[in-house]
């Protein structure tokens, strides 16, 4: 039986700041309201839904939807629903249903639970006030979002996250080299978007193999919990739409790629973030677009925000990169020859930024920058830069401008960051060692007659039914696809010189592998499969294999024995394919049993190892058959383009120019050499071209310094927080939690049988969780927690407390000799309050702002005299039924000390309002002027999306010009003289 109809008015106990709700429908179970002023609408279960029905008493002001107000005298109740009675502001008697009541109308919660005698306990107040003053000083913290997750302070990343993070809706490409932890960066721009309030649906699209990896690390460093969805959970949901079972959502890219109907259901759902890993799979091509591409393309032209993550972004080649660059910015990136003939100019381009840092100085330096730029406001800003007579401020403040707006209207500037090792710096070395062995008579025979028989070679692809130039790089596969040829009844691997060199080294601990962990990357599944068998028959080593045949389980199953320092295997078989993106950097000797074709393949192999915690150097080693086609192919690599020594980013340039030549040339030694001399020519050309042009660009865009280390020092500031200790204290006293030192900087908190429910990680009769405020303790041990302001503990407990009731009243005793006793005092702290709808994300330029008022019984304003937590320390806790008699005794007076306090409160609401609204300016000004000027510069700028951010401008400003104070919480205090002592 429920008490709700519809029409009636309540507010959300959790969601205060939806505004007044109307009830639209009520049926056995569930209630809807629809939230006017915000456009949402919420379904809650009848029997407990989070709401307090709106009822204002005699003197309440009340607003009516036409905008008129009226003082209530007296109310009364026709069909369920109330009808005020009072005087509107012109005297005359008027009535107003409460269905008509205005949806952006102020109600005091607080005044009203005090009127009518409901206090809370004196440390619950004092706990509001505290949590809103740090909710407020946290959420305008720069570090907010990047502070709590369990992660190094590594500059790169930290500068990235805070760069994209900060936009509205980030589109970028994070194209670091492998291993230089783009997962953190996706990692930490969700956790700051989420936390901000500026995202709260995201979908992450990662390889089948890597859903694991995600799930665990977004759990562990980030604590996110994400919904995997798989085909069979999908189906549990029957007809309803699986990908709304969580806000945030993990998929696997094959599934959903391959799979129309799942796309049409993700397609449905509002998201705020899509996140797809290991973008270099989405190929395109001017003919035909692969299913990933087309999927992620549909998704991109819904979902605001898109985080692509690559370390090869080339690999598919260049028309694809640039494909995926439109699907992020399709107005920056139009036109692939324009893209092109951009890059002609960026050597000039990083000349000219350069040159910025000598500004004002030489007029040549003038001149190169002069060169590059066209723009009215560019040309004002070098004005600024060049006069001497300027102050430094405005030369810094015009260098970082004319610099961000170089960086983003030429190059890949706002969309894509990509660091490399070679910036980043303090990487391991890395080391080849290459093993000459001889090729085994079954692969020498076949080789034998191609060198003799220039037309065996076509015969050899149509027996074997494999591609050119695989057939030749692969004996093993060759081989075995030669089944008819009654030599070749043994397996490859009881022949093969490369599984007897494995097993030797692996037992060799001279120099050799006996005590360390060996990843080994084959680049067939079968490959893979038959060498881990040859290591069992022939070793008696258990080498589990992770390829990309097998389900999610088997392969995490596969990596976890490998990556257990104490039980686990001594060697991890891979496929290629199987591989990518995992996370190995705990070993250090990569085997690469045969070599890829692609060279952006092979610095995805060591990049496995090559990752950020490596702590030696890398040794590579590569088996390969004396005068074989895989020799040649190991030579191209190293003699022509470096490809062991360190990443460059140009493999994708250089295989489109010479994989052809390569392919032609695998049997012909002369022809070889030909190749890797003008592989080498190109390599370096380029190497050169690009450090001057697009890499520097890159580099300057990938890592701004000063802006790294600003956002380091706020962090360390948040770790070294000694407010955030005292807090938790009072707020686990409060909620019922114990906590216990366990020595070390480590906590135990375990839930009390008073505890509170619905405290994240913490359910009564269980056992709680240890935790730790230290950083590097909890880098150090992943069975601790760490404790920060953006912990979900921590966000709970202060989230339950800012949107509901608890502690919003209160009433103390305070003894002093200097007044009289029975004096009132009240306390009140006010809160800005700004019904909006969240796209437009307000609080990012107002969160929610404490206005402190405390006047005394003749409603002289005491606030600047006495602090909040001087009157704290004094006064004393009072039993509710006397404070209930004090209030009921005291009832008129305490209602006109809280409509003077509301004036004195009100005055400084307009610079509150001020504030927010040049915070506002600021930031979409500077949006939209940059968005002006790529319009003149690229005529593929849409009007409709100038229109669009036009629009949120006023939106915002009329948003933020309606702010309200909104009664947060008061205090009553009742002076007792020293008598009573
Ligand atoms: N700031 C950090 N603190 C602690 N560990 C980190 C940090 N950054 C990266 N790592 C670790 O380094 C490894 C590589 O990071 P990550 O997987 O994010 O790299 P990636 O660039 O996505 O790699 P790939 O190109 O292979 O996909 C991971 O094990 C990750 O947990």
């Given at each position: ?727 938790l204290d009072?707020?686990l006293?409060?909620?019922?939690v114990d906590s216990q030192e366990l020595g070390g900087d480590i906590l135990h908190l375990q839930p009390s049988?008073?505890m509170?429910?619905?405290l994240?990680g913490l359910v009564?009769?269980e056992e709680g969780f240890s935790a730790t405020f230290?950083?590097?303790r909890a880098?150090?041990r992943?069975d601790v927690q760490r404790l ?5 503990l ?188």
């Open positions: 039986m429920s008490d709700y109809s519809p029409g009636q008015r309540w507010i959300s106990d959790g969601e205060a700041e939806l505004g007044l709700g109307t009830i639209l429908n009520v049926d056995a179970r569930s209630v809807t309201v629809l939230f006017g002023a915000s456009q949402e609408t919420r379904t809650y279960s009848s029997r407990n839904a989070p709401l307090t029905r709106v009822a204002f008493g005699g003197g309440d002001r009340i607003q009516s939807t036409e905008g008129w107000q009226m003082t209530v005298d007296d109310s009364k109740e026709v069909g369920g629903l109330i009808v005020y009675i009072g005087e509107d502001d012109a005297g005359e008697l008027c009535e107003l249903p409460e269905a008509r009541l205005a949806d952006t109308m102020q109600f005091d919660q607080a005044r009203d639970r005090l009127l009518t005698g409901q206090v809370d306990r004196n440390d619950w107040f004092d706990l509001r006030f505290r949590t809103l003053h740090h909710f407020h000083r946290i959420e305008q913290n720069p570090a907010l979002g990047l502070a709590g997750p369990r992660i190094d302070l590594i500059p790169h990343q930290l500068y990235i996250a805070d760069e994209v993070a900060r936009r509205h809706a980030p589109r970028v490409l994070l194209a670091d080299e492998v291993g230089l932890g783009k997962t953190i960066e996706a990692g930490l721009i969700l956790h700051r978007l989420l936390l901000t309030g500026r995202a709260e649906r995201a979908l992450i699209l990662v390889p089948a193999s890597l859903t694991h990896q995600w799930l665990v690390e977004l759990l562990r460093r980030f604590a996110l919990e994400v919904t995997l969805l798989d085909e069979q959970q999908s189906q549990a949901h029957g007809d309803a739409n699986p990908f709304e079972a969580g806000q945030l959502v993990l998929a696997s890219q094959d599934w959903l790629f391959a799979n129309p109907h799942r796309q049409q259901q993700a397609l449905a759902c509002d998201w705020d973030l899509l996140i797809v890993d290991e973008a270099h799979h989405l190929d395109w091509s001017p003919e035909q677009s692969g299913p990933g591409y087309a999927c992620v393309g549909r998704l991109a032209a819904q979902v605001p925000g898109i985080l692509l993550l690559t370390a090869t972004p080339e690999q598919m080649g260049l028309e694809s990169h640039f494909a995926r660059l439109r699907l992020l910015d399709p107005d920056r990136y139009h036109s692939l020859e324009a893209f092109r003939e951009e890059e002609q100019h960026y050597v000039e381009v990083a000349e000219a930024i350069d040159a910025l840092e000598r500004l004002p100085g030489e007029d040549a330096d003038r001149s190169r920058v002069a060169a590059v730029i066209a723009e009215p406001d560019s040309l004002a800003l070098l004005d600024t830069l060049a006069d001497p007579e300027r102050g430094d401020d405005q030369h810094a403040a015009a260098r970082d401008q004319l610099r961000d707006q170089l960086l983003d209207r030429h190059g890949t500037g706002r969309v894509m960051f990509r660091n490399s090792r070679r910036h980043v710096g303090g990487f391991p070395e890395r080391r080849l060692h290459i093993a000459e062995l001889e090729a085994p008579s079954s692969y020498r025979r076949v080789l034998r007659r191609l060198a003799r028989d220039e037309d065996y070679l076509d015969e050899l692809l149509i027996e074997t039914g494999l591609d050119h130039p695989e057939v030749l790089i692969y004996p093993d596969a060759m081989y075995r696809a030669l089944t008819d040829d009654p030599l070749n009844t043994e397996p490859w691997w009881q022949f093969d010189p490369r599984v007897t060199w494995l097993l030797e080294r692996l037992a060799d601990d001279e120099g050799g592998f006996a005590d360390d962990k060996v990843l080994v990357i084959a680049h067939d599944r079968e490959t893979a499969l038959g060498l881990a068998e040859g290591l069992r028959v022939l070793g008696g080593y258990q080498a589990p294999v992770f390829h990309e045949g097998l389900s999610l389980v088997e392969r995490d199953r596969a990596a976890a024995a490998f990556a257990d320092q104490e039980e686990g295997c001594q060697v991890l078989v891979c496929s290629e394919i199987g591989s990518e993106g995992r996370n190995f950097q705990f070993c250090r000797h990569l085997v690469m049993f045969d070599l890829p074709l692609h060279p952006d393949q092979l610095e995805q192999r060591i990049g496995r190892l090559d990752r950020i915690g490596q702590r030696y150097a890398i040794e590579l080693h590569v088996p390969v058959f004396a005068g074989s086609p895989g020799e040649k192919l190991l030579r191209w690599y190293h003699q022509g383009m470096d490809a062991f020594s360190a990443p460059h980013g140009l493999g994708s340039e250089i295989h489109a120019a010479f994989g052809d030549a390569l392919a032609d040339s695998l049997l012909d030694d002369e022809s070889l050499e030909e190749v890797i001399t003008e592989t080498r020519a190109l390599f370096e050309a380029r190497l050169a071209e690009r450090d001057a042009g697009r890499n520097r660009l890159l580099e300057l865009n990938a890592c701004r310094h000063e802006r790294a280390d600003a956002v380091i020092e706020a962090i360390r500031e948040l770790d070294a927080d000694k407010a955030l200790t005292r807090y009072q707020a006293d409060i909620f019922g049988p008073q509170l429910d619905g994240p009564k009769g230290s950083r590097a880098l150090a992943d920060s302001w953006e912990h979900p921590l966000r709970e407990m202060m989230g339950r407390i800012l949107d509901g009731p608890m502690g919003n009243t209160a009433l103390a005793l305070l003894r002093h000799p200097a007044i009289p006793a029975g004096r009132l005092m009240v306390e009140l702290v006010f809160r800005t309050h700004c019904p909006a709808p969240k796209r437009l994300h307000l609080n990012r330029f107002l969160p929610p702002t404490a206005v402190r008022v405390l006047l005394d019984e003749s409603g002289a304003n005491l606030t600047d005299k006495i602090s909040f937590t001087g009157l704290s320390r004094a006064v004393q806790k009072v039993k509710k039924a006397v404070a209930r008699d004090l209030i009921k005794s005291r009832h008129d007076r305490l209602r006109e000390l809280l409509d003077g306090a509301e004036t004195e409160a009100e005055r400084e609401l307009p610079s509150i309002v001020e504030a927010a609204q040049v915070r506002m300016r600021a930031e979409l000004d500077a949006e939209l002027s940059r968005l002006e000027a790529l319009s003149r510069l690229n005529p593929a700028v849409r009007a409709d999306e100038l229109e669009a951010l036009r629009a949120e401008r006023a939106a915002l400003d009329e948003a933020i010009e309606g702010t309200r104070l909104r009664l947060d919480a008061v205090r009553v205090i009742v002076t007792v003289g020293d008598e009573t002592r």
